[in-house]
């Protein structure tokens, strides 16, 4: 994939991506041997003036029998997280332990059994309404008589009375970061997964929602796709301060893209831990060969085993 140049991140983040700062407050300083590395000098992304945060408070979820006999299935046990603006924060769990159910509940699709989610303050079906919740799926579900541009401006053109933030980058600013300017006039049969998919994430940021979830949009991907998906994502986010939740069944993925990594028990999905990433950003590919990158995985492959062990 081609490698675009980045804007240094916002200052309007609630927390400074450095190395000495933490989405958790001062006091709590990151260390690593991978420091800031500098970038080609390239496009601009606009910066946003704005960023969202999230809170669950004692969030559940079980699903009840519908007319039959069947035991109700507990999905969730009680869960509480707090995402900070601009935060990236990962669900890394098992398949089956409520990693996807609590990303429905987050936007507004799913109802939780109990407990309480709010968006800047606002329930989430309100949030979702006023455009500040983008949701991306696994597949990216491209309309096949739709050409690359006209696929990446379909919410907006679903959502013409509720224009996107004058900060919103526009999609031709989009599809020249993430390489796919000369294939503006493609057909998505034209395309391998890959740029199907990276479409799809021009879509999705380019309605301007400053919150995004993610439920594993990568996993059909070969694993060298992948690499260069999650490569990308982190320099659309970093930016524009968009506050992402992102599903993964990947460990390099959360160790590569969060700043933190709640890491689920099976089902019921429980959060055994919550796991802050020391890499300041920008984060460049190399990352992944660093030892401080294997450390973390390792930690998060033994609390992924103990969780499953409870």
């Known amino acids: 994939m081609m490698e675009v140049a980045a804007a240094p991140t916002s200052a309007v983040l609630h927390r400074a991506r450095a190395g000495n700062s933490s989405p958790n407050g001062p006091g ?91 968006v800047d303050g606002q329930p989430p079906a309100l949030a979702r309404r006023n455009k500040r919740v983008g949701f991306v799926p696994q597949a990216p579900a491209l309309l096949p008589w739709r050409s690359v541009r006209a696929n990446a401006t379909l919410l907006r053109d679903l959502n013409r009375r509720q224009r996107p933030p004058t900060t919103a980058p526009t999609v031709d600013e989009l599809l020249a970061e993430v390489g796919l300017a000369d294939f503006a006039d493609a057909f998505p049969h034209e395309l391998s997964g890959g740029m199907q998919q990276r479409v799809g994430l021009v879509r999705a940021f380019a309605l301007g929602a400053s919150l995004l979830l993610m439920d594993e949009p990568f996993a059909a991907l070969d694993e060298m796709t992948r690499a260069d998906m999650r490569h990308l994502l982190i320099r659309l986010c970093e930016p524009l301060g968009t506050t992402v939740v992102f599903v993964t069944h990947s460990i390099a993925e959360a160790a590569f893209l969060s700043d933190r990594v709640a890491v689920l028990t099976p089902r019921p999905g429980r959060i055994v831990d919550v796991i802050d990433v020391p890499f300041p950003h920008p984060r460049r590919a190399d990352l992944e060969d660093a030892e401080d990158f294997f450390h973390l995985t390792t930690r998060l492959r033994d609390t992924l085993r103990s969780g499953s062990d409870r």
């Open 28 to 118: 709590n300083a990151r260390s690593s041997t991978v420091g800031p590395q500098p970038r080609p000098a390239g496009p601009r992304l606009p910066s946003p003036v704005v960023t969202t945060t999230l809170e669950l408070i004692d969030v559940t979820k079980t699903f009840g029998p519908s007319g039959g006999t069947a035991p109700p299935v507990e999905a969730l046990a009680p869960t509480a997280l707090d995402v900070g603006g601009g935060e990236v924060l990962t669900l890394l769990g098992p398949s089956g332990c409520g990693k996807t159910t609590l990303l429905r509940m987050i936007a507004g699709l799913e109802q939780p059994t109990t407990g309480t989610i709010t």
